[in-house]
């Protein structure tokens, strides 16, 4: 990895799949900490962390096949906290443009570079701290939350700093906005300062940084974007006992799980080639079942809403 990807976190290594990258892995000393279920997963990331975006069908799969053994706990890592640097070429966000069509290719996942040219974010600490506050409410729905707002990023380059696209994403997924406001000038910020600190005491610098523990005090760290195997050999390290669930890989079955898919995420859930997957999400919009965004990077399908 370059020097350059090494000093700028905006900079994400494609063959590594992180964005940044740890100083030392061996400072990682994650304490232990008590989970309902047999492996506690530290998941430390960033709503505008590329990579982190490129994982998200492996962690899809993972959450169907060991759901009811994993407990996933979000860190926010603060990717970017203002643009007062300069390094690996990276000065401004016109810089990053280039480089984000570049990731979406080796990811397979849609990502428009273009919002960096349009209406570039000044800071990914805003939507960080919305989804710190929104775990007040609900941690299902903070997921919701994070998901629909790099869907928002990465697909309709909305600047998700800003306080409107973030209320409009919070609406969505059914959280209570003028609480999330609340939190989100209050609690989250503190909650968001304790992520920070979390992630700078365990030498984290690159993202997604996962670790895996169990109740026994064992550890197992991934970074980057790595193939589905990788992940489900670490719950199975942790927990040798786990039972790998069997689910309906049906379209519909799917869709009822996860609302909206990409090609590679369909392809990934129901063990298929992308260009396969493409194809039946394709007759599925045809067929009016499904609605489909397109990007200059690829698409992402929903489930088409019933007209009241």
Known sequence: MTDSITNNPLICDPVEGVCGVPENS?????????????????????????????????????????????????????????????????????????????????????????????????????????????????????????????????????????????????????????????????????????????AKENGVRGFPSISFMNDSGNKEMIYGTKPYPFYETAVLKMFPKAQKNEYSKNWEALFEKYPSLTAKEFAVLSDLKKIESEKILDDLFIKGKLEKLTTKNGSLWTVKAIEE
């Open 26 to 198: 061996e400072t990682i000393k994650i304490k232990k900490q008590k989970s309902e279920k047999p492996v506690k997963i530290i998941y430390f990331t960033d709503p505008i962390c590329s990579s982190c975006w490129g994982i998200e069908p492996q962690l899809r799969k993972l959450k169907l096949e060991y759901g009811d053994n994993i407990e996933i706990d979000y860190r926010m890592g603060g990717l970017l906290p203002d643009w007062s640097y300069s390094s690996g070429g990276i000065s401004k966000p016109s810089d990053v443009a280039h480089h984000w069509d570049e990731v979406s290719l080796h990811y397979e996942m849609p990502i428009d570079g273009d919002i960096w040219l349009e209406d570039p974010l000044d800071s990914s600490y805003p939507p960080s701290i919305a989804f710190k506050a929104s775990q007040i409410q609900s941690k299902e729905k903070a997921a919701l939350l994070m998901r629909e707002m790099r869907e928002m990023l990465f697909l309709n380059k909305k600047n998700i700093a800003k306080w409107e696209h973030i209320a409009k994403a919070a609406e969505r997924v059914g959280l209570n906005v003028e609480q999330l406001k609340n939190d989100f000038e209050g609690q989250g910020k503190i909650l968001f300062e304790e992520d920070l600190k979390l």
